[in-house]
C-alpha cells in the first residue's frame, strides 16, 4: 500500500497537524520554529474550517461570481471643445524654445 504524506492526510481528513505544516514549510523550502509551526497550524485549520463553511453554503443553484455587483463601464461620447493653441499654452511658461517648454535637465550627461 502506498505511503499517505501529511498533506494527502490533511486533505482527506481536512484537519491541519504539526506535520502537515512542517511538510509544507519542508515544499517551501522555509526553515520554522516550533512556536511559528504551532501558530500556522492553528491559522491553517482555522481557514480550513471557514472554507467548509463557505462549501456548506455554496449552492449550485446560484452561479459562481468574481463580483458581488456587476462591474460596467461608464463612459460618455466625446465631446469636441475649445482648446489652447500653441502659444496660449506656452503664454505663461517660464522658458520655451522652439515652440516648447523648456525644463531643467534631470538626467546626466551620459544620456
Do not use: C, Y
Not at 16 to 25: F, M
Not at 46 to 62: C, P
Not at 88 to 105: H, I, K, Q, W, Y
Request: aromatic share 0%; net charge negative.
Amino acid at each position: 500500500m502506498p505511503e499517505t504524506s501529511a498533506a494527502d492526510s490533511a486533505a482527506t481528513s481536512g484537519e491541519i497537524t504539526a506535520e502537515t505544516v512542517q511538510h509544507l514549510a519542508g515544499l517551501a523550502r522555509i526553515a520554522l520554529t516550533d512556536p511559528e509551526i504551532d501558530s500556522l497550524t492553528t491559522e491553517l485549520g482555522s481557514i480550513l474550517t471557514n472554507i467548509a463553511k463557505v462549501s456548506e453554503v455554496a449552492s449550485t443553484d446560484v452561479p459562481a461570481t468574481s463580483h458581488p455587483i456587476p462591474l460596467n463601464n461608464v463612459t460618455r461620447r466625446d465631446e469636441i471643445t475649445d482648446v489652447l493653441t500653441r502659444e496660449e499654452a506656452l503664454a505663461n511658461a517660464p522658458e520655451t524654445t522652439d515652440g516648447m517648454f523648456r525644463v531643467s535637465s534631470i538626467l546626466g550627461e551620459e544620456q
